[in-house]
């Protein structure tokens, strides 16, 4: 399995709050993703980065930002979490074609 | 943005049956991957398949490109195999890897 680990795993914060998801992979991959999981809406972009401190926005990167200092960390940023945000959160990894995903945050904002 | 269709989105066989899951997708495509997403939530990579046919144990799969599908078939099915099954594409660009677009799934349940 592709060395990718998320942290945390499980949060509960309230809405206002900011929160900060890491990935860490290491793999040394060029490219990593983050992606939330609705129900009935399957996986969704949010932002990726092409290389430290490169990254571009996805489908529903609003409300969203990420950061990459290094090339085994991709952070995502709610600077202020919404209830629309509940969700479970995938980081993925790719050297340029397959992606391996992470196990997954799942964030609660009450 | 590319569209991504998968059929059927629900589907319950019993343990030994076998199945064929679809993919329509709407545009060329640099990437086409399946996954099976366990009762766990944790996503499975089955497939790296953009074109051809490959084959892994009871799992197959083939990808017409030219006519924008893809088709994952599993053999002999084991209640292992439940869970939801992702099909997960990137629209050709022709520079680096953007991202993927995903299908919502095929619900398999397998009952024994």
């Known amino acids: 399995d592709a060395g990718i680990t998320q942290s945390p795993r499980h949060k509960v914060t309230e809405t206002g709050t900011p929160v900060t998801l890491r990935c860490h992979q290491t793999e040394n991959h060029r490219y990593m993703y983050w992606y939330r999981q609705d129900p009935g809406h399957g996986l969704r972009l949010i932002h990726y980065?092409?290389?430290?401190?490169?990254?571009d926005k996805g489908e529903v990167s609003d409300g969203y930002s990420v950061s990459r200092s290094k090339t085994e960390d991709f952070l995502l940023t709610l600077e202020s979490a919404t209830s629309s945000q509940t969700s479970v959160y995938f980081c993925?990894?790719?050297?340029?074609?397959?992606?391996?995903f992470g196990p997954g945050t799942r964030l609660t904002v009450t | 943005g590319i569209q991504v269709e998968q059929s059927p989105p629900d589907l319950i066989l019993q343990e030994g049956a076998n199945s064929t899951l679809r993919c329509n997708f709407s545009d060329s495509v640099n990437n086409l991957q399946w996954f099976h997403q366990n009762p766990w939530g944790q996503l499975i990579n089955l497939f790296y398949i953009p074109s051809g046919t490959k084959q892994n144990g009871r799992l197959s799969a083939t990808t017409v490109a030219t006519e924008r599908y893809s088709l994952l078939y599993i053999s002999s099915s084991q209640t292992t195999d439940s869970g939801v099954y992702f099909c997960?594409?990137?629209?050709?660009?022709?520079?680096?890897?953007?991202?993927?677009?995903f299908g919502k799934g095929t619900h398999l349940i397998i009952q024994p």
């Open positions: 997960a594409v990137e629209a050709y660009s022709g520079g680096g890897a953007d991202g993927l677009t």
């Open positions: 993925a990894i790719s050297g340029g074609a397959e992606q391996y």
């Open positions: 980065s092409y290389g430290v401190k490169d990254t």
